[in-house]
């Protein structure tokens, strides 16, 4: 997942690559880090992007796009919900 967060995976297509059944790789995600793996997936993604805002001069919609999200509303409501600040004021603090 590491490697792949910026395409649009899915629970299945990965417990496939590592042999598992979906709901038995859902467990183990779930087990191992605490929360499922749609949420893990938005918070590798939000912590790339906070990345990509610290390290680069790149605007937040190229940035939102190199995460694995199409839509800069949904990425700046999902980046505030993670973060309780906008990708901007995020930059500004931090970059």
């Known amino acids: ?7 649009g995976i ?6 496939g690559i590592v042999g ?4 038995y790789f859902s467990s183990l995600i779930k087990k191992e880090m605490g929360i499922g793996f749609s949420e893990y997936l938005v918070q590798l ?3 790339k ?3 990509l ?4 001069n790149e605007n ?11 839509d800069l509303k949904h990425f700046t409501a999902l980046f505030k919900k ?7 004021e995020y930059r500004k603090l931090y970059g």
């Open 82 to 88: 993670y973060t309780g600040i906008k990708p901007g």
């Open 60 to 70: 937040v919609k190229d940035i939102c796009n190199r995460v694995g999200h199409s």
């Open 53 to 56: 805002l610290k390290g680069t």
């Open 20 to 23: 598992f059944s979906p709901g």
């Open 45 to 47: 993604r939000m912590e």
């Open 10 to 15: 899915t629970l299945d297509e990965i417990a």
């Open 49 to 51: 992007a906070k990345e």
């Open 1 to 7: 997942m590491q490697n792949h967060y910026m395409e």
